[in-house]
């Protein structure tokens, strides 16, 4: 019997090494490698695996000839999951949805399935629990499963035997750390169980033009368990967020090969399952009666839509020699640069100030549109001075204190008239052409202005 070959692959680059080492040379992380048995011994690799897609006879063709009406996308019969999709689920696609224990991802795709099964034929496939615990959520949920077929299986090979004989259009397998090939020696969980897995997976979508749908655990740091080359096989990975404390959940999508990244879909999570929420702006400005300082509405872009939340700010005097910087749902870093242009082109001093910044609701902002309202509500918030209510706030801030442009302003501003906003202070290159009625619009060149304009 020939000798199974293996190598130690980071989890965070993938990449292989001989032997065992502490630390990674390609990104630097340190006790990330793990053995991987390259494959299943001789004589187990089944002949229709050659090529990733497992085509058996591929021809080549012109990008003209391929005809896409062969692939109509499906929808999954929520309009925020479809958002996130990128206008819903494609035939032939792995999709991988991670996120936290108890944040719904086998409540969503319940959910998803039940609604499917009227029209397609659907396929959950359970590892993690018995029949009579998902059909038990099922009932909780008031959902329709009398179309839905289940099945409670680890094993890789029995699983696509049975896909095979049943033929389903859509099939969810939660989740892909508890899979296992009788081909790979080690652990279930284990990287080269987990990259084996979904590899197969992923080939056994592509071969027979099945959506599937794979649940995936997150390590405590909030990325996707398991090697890195998983989040390359896959077509579409998307992340469900949200803490215990808040029963609202959002869909963000990290990647996605067929629609765009970073769209956001937000649920709220109710008895009866999650509801998709068809006006996120409207529960993130839920504000106070009264106007308090160190508050500021701004308008993010998520994907293809804008987003209006609330940013708030608390400057108190530091009872420390090194004062405080604490962001949350903004980076870290850019808080503090925003802090040393503040100070030089704004003349005003916190270095001596704990300085605390929380977007309300949970959402993280990962774009720059947002610099210019964190400041205004560092300064409401230094100066004791509430922003009036009906004023909107959005703009890049560089390094020389400029006011730099960010893209979909007349989009962000029409939103923000939507909801009842008079006033918006922006970039002077994003000032709309025409008068938008019922808003003031004052177009800003630097941050000196900007102040003034308070």
């Not at 640069?337 to 910044?357: P, T």
Request: net charge neutral; aromatic share 4%; with cysteine.
């Amino acid at each position: 019997m020939a000798k199974q070959k293996s190598a130690f692959v980071c989890n965070d680059c993938g990449s292989e090494y001989s032997r065992w080492q502490g630390q990674c040379h390609d990104c630097g992380a340190w006790n990330t490698l793990s053995e991987v048995r390259l494959g299943p011994a001789a004589g187990k690799i089944p002949a229709r695996s050659v090529g990733y897609a497992g085509a058996e006879a591929s021809q080549v063709q012109t990008l003209a000839s391929i005809d896409l009406a062969d692939l109509p996308r499906i929808h999954s019969g929520s309009s925020e999951f479809d958002r996130v999709l990128g206008g819903g689920l494609v035939p032939g696609s792995a999709v991988l949805i991670g996120g936290h224990p108890g944040a719904g991802k086998s409540t969503l795709l319940l959910q998803t399935l039940c609604k499917l099964a009227e029209s397609v034929p659907a396929l959950y496939i359970t590892g993690e629990e018995s029949l009579q615990q998902v059909a038990m959520r099922a009932k909780r949920l008031e959902l329709k499963a009398d179309k839905l077929q289940l099945l409670s299986e680890t094993q890789l090979e029995s699983i696509l035997a049975q896909a095979a004989r049943q033929k389903p259009a859509v099939m969810v397998v939660d989740s892909v750390q508890v899979l296992h090939m009788e081909g790979v020696s080690s652990a279930p969980g284990s990287v080269s169980q987990v990259r084996e897995c979904a590899a197969a997976l992923t080939r056994f979508a592509k071969q027979t033009n099945t959506i599937v749908l794979l649940v995936g655990h997150v390590t405590k740091e909030g990325s996707l368990a398991g090697p890195k080359v998983l989040e390359h096989m896959i077509d579409c990975s998307i992340m469900l967020e949200g803490s215990s404390d808040t029963r609202f959940r959002t869909l963000r999508g990290h990647k996605n090969r067929f629609g765009a990244v970073n769209e956001l879909g937000v649920f709220a999570m109710t008895e009866l399952g999650l509801k998709e929420v068809k006006n996120p702006s409207a529960i993130f400005l839920n504000r106070q009666a009264e106007p308090a300082s160190g508050s500021v509405v701004m308008v993010v872009w998520e994907g293809t839509r804008p987003l209006l939340v609330e940013i708030q700010a608390l400057v108190d005097a530091s009872a420390v020699g090194h004062p405080r910087r604490v962001a949350v749902g903004l980076e870290q870093n850019r808080l503090a640069m925003l802090l040393a242009v503040l100070h030089r082109h704004g003349s005003l001093q916190v270095g001596d100030q704990d300085v605390f910044v929380n977007v309300v609701g949970g959402v993280k902002v990962l774009e720059t549109s947002a610099d210019l309202a964190l400041l205004f509500a560092i300064v409401s918030s230094f100066r004791d001075r509430p922003l009036p209510e009906d004023l909107v706030v959005f703009g890049e801030v560089g390094l020389s204190g400029e006011i730099r442009p960010v893209p979909s302003g007349q989009e962000r501003l029409q939103e923000a008239v939507k909801h009842g906003f008079k006033r918006a202070i922006v970039p002077t290159a994003n000032r709309p052409r025409k008068a938008l009625e019922g808003m003031t619009v004052v177009a800003v060149d630097n941050l000196a202005q900007a102040l003034e304009a308070l």
